[in-house]
């Protein structure tokens, strides 16, 4: 599968963006799928995940209240959405998204070698 990242940009503090996940060659339905960031310098941070089915969500704490994940099934496709509120310049990253036909837990899914495929990366901005 192929995964499309988009919806990154430059955002004030407070203000909320919407990444999206667009996958292709594959169902989306049959892969978790997880959203990590990356700042310069520093290791890649997990930041949520999604299972198959949508009924299982991990957040890590930083972001919790504030992102939300979702499936989305239109007609031709299949996304997988990280709404992201109250943005904090703390916030500021590459967001990465990834996807495995694994079954993910509550430890699993923050590794990054739970992950088999990985999209190209999308640059958040927050400015204070």
């Known amino acids: 599968v192929q995964l499309q990242a988009s919806g990154g940009g430059l955002v004030q503090a407070g203000g909320s963006l919407r990444l999206s996940c667009a996958a292709s060659?594959?169902?989306?339905?049959?892969?978790?799928v997880a959203w990590f960031r990356q700042v310069p310098g520093k290791e890649r941070e997990f930041v949520s995940a999604?299972?198959?089915?949508?009924?299982?969500?991990?957040?890590t704490d930083s972001v919790k209240g504030r992102f939300t994940i979702s499936r989305e099934f239109a007609k031709n496709s299949e996304n997988v959405n990280l709404q992201m509120n109250n943005l904090k310049p703390t916030d500021t990253a590459v967001y990465y998204c990834?996807?495995?036909?694994?079954?993910?837990?509550?430890?699993?899914?923050?590794?990054?070698?739970?992950?088999?495929?990985w999209g190209q990366g999308t640059l958040v901005t927050v400015s204070s």
């Open positions: 990834a996807a495995t036909t694994w079954a993910i837990n509550s430890i699993a899914v923050k590794s990054s070698e739970t992950y088999d495929y």
């Open positions: 060659g594959r169902t989306f339905s049959m892969y978790a």
């Open positions: 999604i299972s198959t089915t949508g009924g299982s969500t991990y957040y």
